[in-house]
């Protein structure tokens, strides 16, 4: 199997906005990875989906009605028909979907400004534009079936943009310009066989246990647990490093558990709140 490199030692965690920066601006929207760019985010995170006719979309749940104003699965529409509705929805507080006046900048015809909805190849349009200024964590969402063919649309698409590396990663201000995440072992383990020179990073959802040797031994540059999961276990930091692998902790927004992760000594914290995030860090 191969074995993806080694990100860059981090004196101070990277501080990486979540599908954006989720608090600043609707989810997986250009606005929202502006934003993230305007406060001094590091890094952007998001969520990518195969449509039906195999384009990569940053949109973070199976289904569309919770972002857009639409229905429907994302990998059974095609780009077009995603294209009819507007994306770009702000979360309403204790409800998981909203009403049609609720989705921000509804026009007749959606625009990438403008709600529609947003491919990867859109967003790395964006990050290149400007070299070095957000670096990229892509992860992959994976129903089993489409695993393998993600994957390859994640390749072909990173080496459109030369991000793709030769067998190490391209590097922005010397650190890899984007990595790939998954909770998938299967997916990382494929990515790190595709494209040695893109850093993965395995996400851990709650059940460490079982699986913290494999974990830990496995093909990824950096594992990937939840805040609740190093708020019980916080020595699993430390293990991590000690087995060579960087500690990328999602999703980070109370203010404590910012200062509890920097204090663990975490090297990359994704968050809705970099703004926050930064101005603990003693970087506003
Ligand atoms: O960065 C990992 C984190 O984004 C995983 O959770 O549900 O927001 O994709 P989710
Ligand atoms: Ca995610």
């Not at 972002?67 to 995603?82: F, K, M």
């Not at 400007?130 to 994640?154: C, D, F, M, Q």
Request: with cysteine.
């Amino acid at each position: 199997a191969g074995r993806s490199p080694r990100l860059a030692p981090v004196t101070a965690p990277e501080v990486v906005a979540h599908r954006g920066a989720t608090a600043g601006a609707p989810e997986h929207t250009l606005a929202a990875y502006r934003h993230a760019a305007a406060v001094g985010a590091d890094a952007v995170e998001c969520d990518v989906r195969l449509t039906r006719d195999g384009v990569l979309v940053c949109v973070h749940d199976r289904q569309i009605r919770r972002t857009s104003n639409g229905r429907g699965i994302v990998s059974a529409l095609h780009l077009e028909e995603l294209e009819q509705f507007q994306f770009g929805a702000r979360k309403p507080k204790g409800r998981s979907r909203w009403a049609d006046d609720e989705i921000l900048s509804v026009t007749d015809e959606p625009d990438v400004e403008n709600g529609l909805v947003l491919t990867l190849d859109r967003l790395l349009q964006y990050i290149t534009a400007t070299p070095g200024s957000l670096r990229l964590a892509i992860e992959t969402k994976h129903p089993t079936r489409h695993t393998r063919r993600v994957e390859e649309a994640l390749v072909d698409c990173l080496r459109r943009y030369g991000l793709l590396g030769n067998g190490r990663p391209v590097e922005w201000a010397g650190k890899p310009a984007v990595r790939m995440m998954s909770f998938s072992q299967f997916a990382v383990r494929r990515m790190a066989e595709l494209a040695p020179g893109v850093p993965t990073v395995q996400l851990i959802g709650k059940r460490l246990r079982p699986v913290r040797r494999e974990l830990l031994s496995g093909s990824a540059s950096a594992v990937g647990p939840g805040v609740a999961l190093l708020r019980s276990d916080p020595g699993f930091v430390a293990e991590a490093h000690a087995a060579g692998k960087e500690v990328h902790v999602w999703t980070v927004n109370r203010p404590a558990d910012m200062d509890l992760m920097r204090a663990l000594g975490v090297d990359a914290i994704i968050t809705d709140r970099p703004d926050e995030l930064l101005r603990r860090l003693g970087r506003d």
